[in-house]
């Protein structure tokens, strides 16, 4: 199994989503002497990002960048556009190598789904997955799969009018957690399915709810799939109210994704447990083996 990483993605500063949760997957994965190699994020025309995000966006990343100009949860410094890029060609990269060998990971930082067409917020300024999909769709019906308990307002507002990608999203209801106004089953179309649980769900409905998902998402006829991998519906991560309590869940939902027997990418988006967070990562990981 191949895993895109770059040591760069270290040196992103933000103190809620902290380089060390990188850290503690890669710790994980060397202490456990798991099955995977390596690989570079890819180099990407920043003119590309176009694809999913608008000019004025773009440049707004970039003078903020240049001048340190921060948000409460979008910190600037002077590394922050080139490394977001950066996190967009790991994403792509993973989409790649998926295309080729079935399954590959994204294990970069900052993260994505927050981020929409022309806006950036909660720890993500560009939509790393989305960017991936766009690039690397290449005329195919691509199937997203969103479990971070957070909606992924930024990746439904990029393809929300668009009937060849479709979104599939299991989290927390949105009257009770970020990002408030988006990911309600009103929101749903053709395309887009929101599956919010209601604070205290736990591990069965969550697969439930996956397995009722990927039913619809299957009668769309998808090509590929991308999934934005968060692992904050763990009970012990402290930053929602769903309580995913054990590793094997992840796993279950790995294995119900793998079903579709289609090229699969996956990208991290949250998850900040610490100590049980590269076991967590790879019980989903494991189910692609």
Avoid at 73 to 84: D, H, Q, R
Avoid at 256 to 275: D, N, S
Wanted: glycine residues 8%.
């Amino acid at each position: 199994m191949k895993l895109v990483y770059s040591p760069r993605y270290l040196e992103h500063e933000n103190p809620p989503e902290v380089s060390g949760r990188l850290k503690a997957i890669l710790s994980y994965v060397e202490r456990s002497k798991l099955p995977v190699k390596f690989e570079e994020p890819k180099k990407i025309d920043e003119a590309d990002l176009l694809l999913v995000h608008s000019g004025r966006m773009v440049d707004e990343l970039k003078e903020r960048s240049a001048t340190e100009r921060s948000e409460p949860e979008n910190p600037f410094t002077k590394k922050t556009f080139e490394i977001a890029k950066l996190a967009c060609g790991g994403a792509l990269r993973a989409a790649e190598i998926a295309d080729d060998e079935g399954f590959s990971f994204a294990l970069v930082r900052p993260p994505g789904h927050h981020a929409g067409r022309d806006f950036f917020q909660g720890f993500c300024y560009m939509n790393n997955l989305a960017f991936a999909v766009r690039k690397n769709q290449k005329g195919r019906r691509a199937l997203i799969v969103d479990f971070d308990v957070h909606h992924g307002n930024g990746t439904q507002d990029i393809f929300y009018k668009d009937e060849s990608v479709f979104y599939l999203s299991v989290h927390q209801d949105p009257h009770t957690l970020f990002p408030y106004r988006s990911g309600f089953v009103s929101e749903n179309n053709s395309h887009v399915k929101n599956m919010p649980l209601p604070p205290g769900a736990g591990d069965g409905e969550f697969v439930n709810a996956m397995k009722e998902g990927l039913k619809a998402a299957r009668k769309f006829g998808p090509e590929f799939v991308a999934v934005s991998a968060g692992f904050d519906s763990y009970s012990q991560d402290g930053i929602a109210e769903l309580r995913v309590a054990e590793t094997k869940t992840f796993s279950l939902i790995g294995k119900e994704i793998a079903k579709l027997k289609l090229p699969t990418f996956g990208v991290l988006e949250g998850g900040y447990y610490l100590p049980d967070l590269g076991k967590n990562v790879w019980g989903f990981l494991s189910a692609f083996l």
